[in-house]
């Protein structure tokens, strides 16, 4: 009995996975940070091992500084810059890499221990393989996005941040279910329901609204539009327009601001139907009813902490406030997707 216990379900592994989860999680909202703080091309260089060591003389601030230099967003922006500033930017992308380094390794060395002494779900092992190939993939579309700001941009490509971001948001996601798995073990006998698909429809709707968002954090378009529920004074932005059908959808600010907001109407109103729904079937258990109530009141609250982030042009705290938030509404929204199918 407890060979099959331990080959179907692990609260180590899940307590090792949650971890990693929650160190994912710290990382979007130290990398909201260093976006909100115009940091992240303050580091020029992809050194996935020496890099981990920040610069320790005045000479070495001096190199990375005169590196920074280089580049279009000092030449055009912060030029004048002193070194005491440049070294506050530099510190927030490089405790961002940094964080990113500790999550590897948070997630390499327990899994290597769990592999060998045979805790992990066999069920769930590719799936560890699995995040272990998307993290370090995720490093290097982190730099493929930083790339893209060192030549002929100030900033990175929005679509690369959507998809860097978006990236690190699935992680953190499947991170969450995985963790789900490995506590409670293999789902048996799931009831055929409608909810099932509702709920993967409503985890889809949360994970576009973020990329949604990603789109307006790297257009920067939370600084222009600033009164609700109105654009300017008007339903529909004036400039919504881009060059081209790409440079509309991923590059206008007014589109990609118009599509976040239209988006977030949509989620809020489902997320409350299905709250409502959900407390009047059979077809949900009572602890997913539960998930369902806290994930409509989370998307309730990130609503109003959109609009007020917008009103209040983006200020840093409130920002970083608002990408946390959207990491809680997701792991809600997994949680309730995750029970939904089980018994």
Known sequence: MTSFLR?????PVAVWLSIVAALVLAMVVVGGATRLTDSGLSITEWKPVTGAIPPLSDADWRSEFAKYQQIPQYQL???????????????WEWAHRFLGRLVGLVYALPFAYFLIRREIPKRLVLRCFGLLALGGLQG?????????????????????LMVHLGLAFGLFGALVWTALDAWRGEARQPLPSPWRALSLGLLGLVFLQILLGALVAGN?????????????????????????????????QG?????????????????IWLAVSARRTNYVPPPAKRLMTATAHAVVLQAVLGVATLMLAVPLWLG????????????LATAFAWRIRRV
């Open 7 to 11: 080959s179907d379900r692990s609260t």
């Open 77 to 91: 922006m912060n030029r004048g810059m002193s070194l005491a500033e440049f070294k506050t930017i530099y510190w």
């Open 140 to 160: 290097a579309i982190g730099w493929w996005m930083v790339s893209s700001g060192l030549s002929e941009r100030v900033s990175v490509a929005p679509e690369r």
């Open 220 to 252: 920067d378009a939370g600084f222009v539009y600033n009164d609700w529920p109105l654009m300017n004074g008007t339903l529909f932005p004036r400039s919504y327009l881009g060059e081209g059908l790409w440079g509309t959808i991923a590059h206008s």
């Open 255 to 271: 589109a990609v601001q118009l599509h976040h907001r239209l988006a977030g109407y949509v989620l809020l109103v489902a997320a």
């Open 320 to 331: 970083i406030l608002h990408q946390l938030f959207a990491a809680v509404v997701l792991g």
